[in-house]
């Protein structure tokens, strides 16, 4: 791992490279924090959290739900994404331009200019929820990077290789942190560890991840 510093218009984050195509940006989204969660409430009402099972039959830890016009969804048949909440019987809700332009505008600050996201998968997890190790593989191209934007309480982000085997490394992420990961890091192994029950100011006994991704 390595840290460097560099500038954007808000002022000087901390990057952290978790390789030559993922990094983490420490704090970039703090400025927009109290807006992204306002939108979280919103989308909530329209689109409630929900906790989806595997095909295997079991119960995720974390609930999730969706924006943007695909959203992902895990049931009995396994993993996919589609333009309807199996729940509502509706379409997703709309990405709000907040959400939007902050995918595209880390992505860009990471090295992925053009990042146009049209799904956002939003993960809610309250204490002792996790997430296994993973490789986001159920879009159409991997060409487009993967932003995931951290609120509320604090994480352990694990970040692999291309085999699961491989050794991973532990990222604490905070309240406003972004990891972005594309190119040849796009592939890479991911979880979340069992976060721990630690409530944070403004979000609770809660963390809530927004997952940028280019699925269609
Ligand atoms: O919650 C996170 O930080 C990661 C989410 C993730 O990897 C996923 O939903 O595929
Ligand atoms: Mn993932």
Request: glycine share 10%.
């Amino acid at each position: 791992m390595t840290l460097d510093l560099f500038s954007d218009p808000d002022g000087c984050v901390e990057r952290l490279s978790l390789g030559p195509g993922a990094s983490v940006l420490r704090g970039r989204a703090l400025p927009h924090a109290d807006a992204l969660f306002a939108e979280v409430c919103a989308l909530e009402r329209h689109s409630p959290f929900r906790r989806m099972t595997t095909a295997g039959g079991h119960t995720m830890s974390m609930a999730s739900t969706n924006c943007g016009s695909l959203g992902w969804i895990s049931d009995r048949n396994g993993y996919h994404y589609g333009a309807i909440d199996p729940e509502t019987r509706a379409p997703w809700p709309p990405m709000p331009a907040l959400f939007a332009h902050l995918a595209r505008d880390t992505a860009l600050e990471a090295g992925f200019p053009e990042f146009e996201p049209d799904a956002c998968l939003i993960n809610r997890y309250l204490p002792g929820a996790k997430l296994s190790l993973h490789q986001d593989r159920d879009e159409r191209d991997f060409g487009a990077p993967i932003v995931t934007v951290s609120l509320g309480m604090d994480a352990v982000f694990l970040f692999g290789g291309h085999v699961r085997a491989d050794k991973t490394v532990r990222v604490p992420l905070r309240h406003g942190d972004v990891v972005v990961w594309g190119g040849e890091d796009r592939l890479r192994y991911h979880g979340v560890m069992a976060v721990p029950d630690h409530p944070h100011p403004l979000l609770g006994r809660q963390r809530i991840s927004l997952t940028f991704r280019k699925a269609g």
